[in-house]
C-alpha cells in the first residue's frame, strides 16, 4: 500500500501540522460566540449552523457569506463587480459558521455540501484579500478548514471501495491546485488504488489523470512535491499492455515538465532517481500480444514515438550524463551505476530514435 501523505513528504507534513495547529488554537472561539440582542435573521442563522446541517442550509450559508461580502451571486467573483454594501458581522459569522461544519473531527458530508456550493471558490477569493480586509484573517480560516477536511477524507479512502474513485479524482481535478495538502493526499489516494489494482490506474488514465497531474505540478513547485508527483505517476504508469501510449502522447507537454523539474533541482538525487526511473518505464519497449493487428501495433509505437522524440528535444540524454557525473562525485556509486546501466540502455540518443518503421508487417505487400 501506498505511504499516507504526511508519511510520504515532509513538506507536505510540515504543512499540514501547522495548519492542524492553528485549526485546534481558532477552534474553540469558532465554537463559543454568544449571540447579541441585535442580530437579524441571516446572523443567528449563521449562528445556528452546526456539522449536522443539510445541504440547503449550506446553500443558504454561502449566500450569506457572499451577501456579508456585498456580492450577489457566485458570478460576480469571476466578474470583479465591485462590492455594495457590506455586513461584515454577517461574513464573519458565516465563515466561522464553515469551520465549524468543516472541522477536522466533523462528519465528511457539510464538507463536500460546501464544495457543492461554490463554497471553496467564494472562500478563497475572500482569502486573497478581495474582500473586507477586516474578514480576509476569517476567510483564511475557514479556507484553512476546507482543505485539511478535503485532506482527510482522501487520506481515509479505502482502495478496495472502487466506487470512489470518480470522487478522488473530481477532487483532485477541482480542488488540487488550492493546497498542496489536498494535491498530496490526492497523489497518495492515487497511489494506492493503482497498487491495489492495475484496472484502477486504467481507469485514472481514462479519466484524463495525466492531465490533472500535470495542472498540479504547475501550481505546486515544491521540490518535495514534485519527487511525490514522480512516485505517484511510476506507480499509475507501470502495469502491464501498452496503455500508457495514448494517453501520455495525448498530454505530451508532461514529459518537458518532468524534465525542466529535474533541471531545477540538480542536486536532490532522490528527484533525480525518481525522474530518470520514470522516464525510463515510459521509454520501455512495445510488447504486442499474439494476433494484435498491425494498424494497432502502428498507432501505439507511433504514440511512443511521439514520447521519444518529446525527451530527445527535453535534452534528457544531456540531464542523464550530468545526473550520472554528479552522483559519482558524490560518492554515491550505487545510484551512479543505476543510471549508467538502466538509463543508459534506455535514455540516450539512440534509444530515443523512432520505431515505427521498424514494425514487422504480417502480411508484406
Known amino acids: 500500500m501506498a505511504p499516507k501523505k504526511d508519511q510520504a513528504s515532509p513538506g507536505g507534513k510540515e504543512a499540514k501540522g501547522k495548519k492542524v495547529k492553528a485549526a485546534k488554537q481558532d477552534k474553540a472561539f469558532a465554537q463559543n460566540v454568544e449571540g447579541g440582542e441585535n442580530d437579524t435573521k441571516e446572523q443567528l442563522f449563521c449562528r445556528s449552523i452546526t456539522a449536522e446541517c443539510k445541504e440547503e442550509h ?76 477586516k474578514t480576509q484573517k476569517n476567510a483564511e480560516l475557514a479556507l484553512n478548514a476546507i482543505c485539511l477536511r478535503v485532506a482527510a477524507w482522501l487520506d481515509d479512502v479505502d482502495p478496495l471501495d472502487f466506487m470512489e474513485l470518480p470522487k478522488v479524482i473530481e477532487l483532485g481535478r477541482e480542488y488540487g491546485h488550492y493546497d498542496i495538502g489536498i494535491a498530496l493526499s490526492f497523489l497518495a489516494c492515487l497511489e494506492r488504488f493503482a497498487t491495489h489494482r492495475s ?26 512535491f514534485v519527487d511525490e508527483v514522480f512516485v505517484a505517476l511510476y506507480r499509475i504508469c507501470d502495469f502491464p499492455g501498452n496503455h500508457i501510449a495514448e494517453p501520455l502522447a495525448a ?30 518505464l515510459w521509454n520501455q519497449p512495445e510488447i504486442f500480444p499474439e494476433g494484435m493487428e498491425f494498424f494497432e501495433k502502428e498507432e501505439i509505437t507511433k504514440n511512443k514515438d511521439d514520447v521519444r522524440v518529446a525527451m530527445r528535444q527535453s535534452g534528457v540524454p544531456k540531464e542523464l550524463e550530468k545526473a550520472f557525473d554528479v552522483l559519482s562525485r558524490s560518492g554515491l556509486t550505487h545510484q551512479a551505476s543505476w543510471i549508467k546501466i538502466i538509463g543508459a540502455n534506455t535514455l540516450m540518443p539512440d534509444r530515443l530514435g523512432k520505431r515505427v518503421h521498424q514494425l514487422p508487417r504480417d502480411n508484406p505487400i
Open 58 to 133: 449550506v446553500s443558504e450559508l454561502i449566500g450569506h457569506i457572499l451577501s456579508g461580502a456585498g456580492l450577489s451571486n457566485p458570478e460576480d467573483l469571476e466578474e470583479g463587480v465591485e462590492p455594495v454594501k457590506k455586513d461584515l458581522v454577517l461574513l464573519t459569522l458565516g465563515l466561522m459558521a464553515v469551520r465549524r461544519i468543516c472541522d477536522i473531527e466533523a462528519p465528511a458530508a457539510p464538507t463536500f455540501f460546501v464544495l457543492s456550493c461554490n463554497g471553496m471558490e467564494t472562500i478563497a477569493y475572500l482569502a486573497k484579500g478581495n474582500g473586507p480586509q
Open 199 to 224: 484496472e484502477n490506474a486504467l481507469a485514472m488514465l481514462e479519466e484524463d489523470v495525466l492531465k490533472i497531474i500535470h495542472l498540479l505540478l504547475a501550481a505546486h513547485r515544491a521540490p518535495e
Open 251 to 280: 498530454e505530451i507537454e508532461l514529459v518537458q515538465t518532468v524534465v525542466e523539474a529535474m533541471q531545477q533541482a540538480p542536486l536532490n538525487m532522490r528527484m533525480q532517481v525518481n525522474g530518470f526511473r520514470l522516464l525510463c
